[in-house]
């Protein structure tokens, strides 16, 4: 059986050395306008030669699960024409089996066959950051301190604006991402929002029947006192959507000025009390296997004995030869041993 993930791995190793697979390669001595104008004949029959494949996954899938992008942007970058299988431009319903090579903007996309360990960060938005990666005007991100990752990227869950603070999941499954911010999931969304000036009953009915919106009608669907004093009040709402600054749009729309937002709660992870800002927390077990099923999914458990202790391939063909050494048995430091007699 082909293990597609060494086959993956051999070609970036190729393009490295030097050595490219000849079915890949370019060649044209009529220079640029040449390239160009082969390049698209080569497309064309490309499209023609080579049908899409009945079998496999959803070429969008194995994008998102590889944690290069969601899902979502991943059907966006295949319909505006940036993603090739092979030679061939892909297009909306491909499928691939392991055996392509795929690329974005002509640059080879490394392709996880086997899921890569899922994980989820847990992190705190300061006010000042931004969630998108690269904006010359805001230079500080949520992706400036995470940890590394050696297959895929880090994937935010949503987004905050730059002046809201709180939760942000990231993630490096791009299918649990597409799940968690799908409309369909209908996940909620939980905000502390500390308001200026008296709200009536009737403002809070009105925003929990609905308001008026530029981008239609938007409510929410509890709304909780939570104490203040003087002028400032401070309320938890939840909602079901994500709509850009839709909070802040709501409380304005009843002419009510918020000065201070900040997400507490996504879906059925909370940020952890006492976590400061610009932190973050990698999910437990126990929350990353109850934020996989609140939309549908399972994730890879590993394998553990019978005392529940995670087992490595090391540990099942028996114990580590490598030798244990206490404390008390610790070799001597260089500067303090004796000199050995001649």
């Known amino acids: 059986m082909t293990n597609y993930y060494q086959t993956s791995k051999k070609r970036q190793n190729d393009r490295k050395s030097g050595h490219s697979d000849k ?15 082969i390049e698209h004949e080569q497309r064309s029959s490309d499209i023609d030669d080579l049908p899409v494949k009945p079998g496999g996954e959803k070429l969008q899938k194995v994008i998102a699960r590889s944690g290069h992008t969601s899902r979502r942007e ?18 909306l319903g491909d499928r691939v089996d392991g055996s392509e090579a795929i690329y974005l903007d002509d640059q080879e ?17 300061p006010a000042g950051e931004i969630c998108s990666r690269n904006d010359p005007e805001h230079p500080n991100t949520i992706f400036d301190d995470l940890p590394n990752l050696k297959v895929g990227r880090w994937i935010s ?34 905000y502390a929002v500390r308001v200026l000036g008296e709200v009536t009953d009737d403002d809070i009915e009105q925003l929990k029947s609905g ?11 509890r709304i909780t006192y939570a104490g203040g004093q003087g002028a400032n009040h401070w309320y938890h709402v939840t909602l079901k959507e994500g709509r850009n600054r839709e909070v802040r749009r709501m409380w304005e729309s009843l002419g009510i000025t918020v000065s201070r937002l900040s997400r507490i709660r996504y879906g059925v992870v909370e940020l952890p009390r006492g976590q400061k800002a610009g932190r973050w927390e990698d999910l437990d077990d126990k929350s990353m296997v109850e934020l996989y099923a609140s939309v549908g999914l399972k994730i890879n458990k590993p394998k553990t ?23 008390d048995n610790r070799r001597k430091s260089q500067k303090n041993r004796k000199p050995k007699r001649r």
């Open 23 to 37: 079915r890949f390669e370019k060649q044209s001595d009529n220079g640029p306008a040449g390239e160009a104008s």
């Open 74 to 91: 991943a059907e966006r970058l295949i319909a505006q024409n940036r993603v090739k299988i092979g030679k061939r431009l892909a297009q």
């Open 305 to 327: 004995d019978h005392r529940g202790r995670i087992i490595t391939p090391q540990s099942q063909h028996g114990k580590s030869k490598k030798r244990l050494v206490m404390p």
């Open 211 to 221: 308001v008026a919106l530029d981008d239609g009608i938007a409510h929410f669907d």
């Open 157 to 190: 869950v949503g987004r905050l604006d730059i002046n809201t603070t709180g939760l942000i999941l990231l993630t490096n499954d791009g299918e649990l991402a597409n799940l968690l911010m799908h409309p369909s999931s209908e996940i909620e969304r939980e």
């Open 109 to 125: 996309l490394f392709i996880a066959w086997e899921k890569p360990k899922q994980r989820v960060l847990v992190y705190h938005k």
